[in-house]
């Protein structure tokens, strides 16, 4: 009796990824009797310690292959999970919410399941067994997309060079140096273009093929039920995509105007700004922003930092360095990127990313720390389900550190100008990301609603949508690249329409970052109390619980960019 209750149920050591392990767990859930009372309850807390197996195995396979895309072997082994593991499991899965949701006392469960419920039955109907090997075919074409960009290294300066380190060339006073930068980095995507369309053509056809076996007319909807977006609709989304271009576009052609002065030039060229992030050349002709030569200086740094800012968020910070669960710097067969993966089981969190010593390499790290932060906050909930929190506040509790550490970035500058300077950059970032989120969005949107689209017209609008959102630019004999230049936003391939959450989250972020000015030590009591809400509170909830509104409209973007602008304006002085 004792082997089926609580933590015994699940052996400690218990390999997960090998199918035969698992499958008598799974038969016992399936199978056992529920005629007790609390016997549901029991059954929904044992599904949750083999989920978190699961989910940690998957996690250190995929953190495998990601820190070394060379390697065949790692890439077999994910490979081989995704394929032949993870297909019974959601068969097991929908099996499991059908068993729960459709139980005679499913109704007596206490509130707290509530949310979970909702969630299994939306499943349940969007659950199709035909789709599972369509699944599998999708993971094995975004894995080799990432082992193409992973490859991806250039000879610049007579020595062999990754992305991440060629970035540093874009920051270079020398306008010439950062057009060779550009022109051969943009050189060596165009070598693979070929082969990442194919594979986007293929992924498209497959995930619309999804959607119609789930009764859907378009792979939209379908995504917008299967990631649980029960709380914005696509018209939202559009409404957002129209704020975007009333609000940001004019702060950010104000941004463009002062760089072409500062620049003593008359019009942009790729190479004289990131359009992504809005990085590129000090506009005054200072040397590139380099916070930190080594990792481990990083790392020291934002140790101080982070027990400057508050006992609670120092202590995280240094758990997270005692566990040694950090692989930061750059290097040939890494992935490109940056995430936190939580291991459920052991309920610690990774963090991945590839520092070059760069100001945007800071934030990338310091926006990493914040989702480990997260996990640390509602690491005390008892059921894996209660702390998968929606990705949406999940880049509020990242995107919101980023502004919230911005008074102590001091530490990494030896002079305040300079720390000035991070931050006005780091603003205008902000400035220009919501664009290219409209700009990612948008563009799922259309391809989605038009899966037969040929090549042409996907590159004729990728550049509409870019000519809307982006920079007034001077393409002039690179337009091939232009029209695929979509290639580079790698959640287009693995993660399809996971981007308009972090526009959503920026605004909750921009709130928080309002609190702060007027009173720090709320803003980080609301993020702590929001934080370890984990996911059993709605997404317009787990606002409110951390003080902030969720909204699309032109009013709510004009009040929080009109603060980015009177701020922009005041480091400017
Ligand atoms: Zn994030």
Known sequence: MRAKMGNDFVPDDLDASKWENLEPLTRDLLERKLSCSGCLENLISDSSKLAEHVSETGALLYIGMTCDTESEEKKGSFLEFVSNVRPRLSEFSDSLNRRIVNHPSVDDLPERYDLMLRGMRNDIEIFRKENIPLGVRQTELVTEAQSINGAMTVDFHGEEMTFPQMSKFLESNDRSERQAAWTT????????????????????????QIALNAGFESYT?????????????????????????????????????????????????????????????????????????TVEEMVEKLSDMFNEISEDLGGKFD?????DTLDLDTRKGKAPG??????????????????????????????????????????????????????????????????????????????????????????????????????????????????????????????????????????????????VSWQQQGHLFGVPFYYIEYGIAQLGSLQLWKTQMGDPQKALDDYAKAMSLGNTKTLPELFEAADLRLGFDEGHFLSLLGMVESELSELAA
């Open 185 to 208: 980095m943009a050189g060596r995507r165009m070598e693979d273009n070929e082969r990442l369309s194919e594979i986007f053509d293929e992924l498209i056809s497959i995930r619309h």
């Open 221 to 293: 909807q379908y995504m917008f039920r299967a990631m649980h977006r029960f709380d914005y609709t696509i018209e939202d989304c559009l409404e957002f995509h129209d704020s975007v271009e009333s609000v940001c576009i004019p702060i950010l052609n104000e941004i463009n105007m002062n760089r072409r002065a500062g620049l003593g030039i008359s019009e942009l060229r790729p190479w004289d700004v990131n359009e992504k992030g809005g990085s590129g050349p000090d506009i005054h002709g200072k040397d590139p922003l380099r916070p930190f030569d």
């Open 319 to 323: 758990r997270l360095v005692e566990m």
């Open 338 to 483: 940056g995430y936190q993966y939580y291991l459920e089981k052991s309920r610690v969190p990774f963090i991945f990313m590839n520092a070059a010593g760069l100001q945007g390499d800071l934030e990338t790290m310091i926006h990493e720390a914040g989702h480990a932060f997260h996990s640390l906050y509602c690491g005390h909930l008892e059921l894996i389900d209660e702390r998968d929190y929606p990705i949406e506040f999940a880049e509020v509790a990242s995107m919101s550190m980023e502004l919230l550490t911005q008074p102590w970035w001091d530490k990494f500058y030896e002079n305040e100008e300079d720390a000035l300077r991070a931050r006005r950059t780091h603003l205008e970032g902000v400035v220009f990301l919501l664009p290219w989120i409209a700009t990612i969005d948008s563009f799922q949107h259309w391809i989605y609603a038009n899966p037969g689209h040929s090549r042409e017209e996907r590159a004729e609008v990728w550049l509409s949508i870019r000519d809307k959102f982006g920079s007034d630019m001077n393409w002039t004999g690179h337009t091939d690249f232009r029209e």
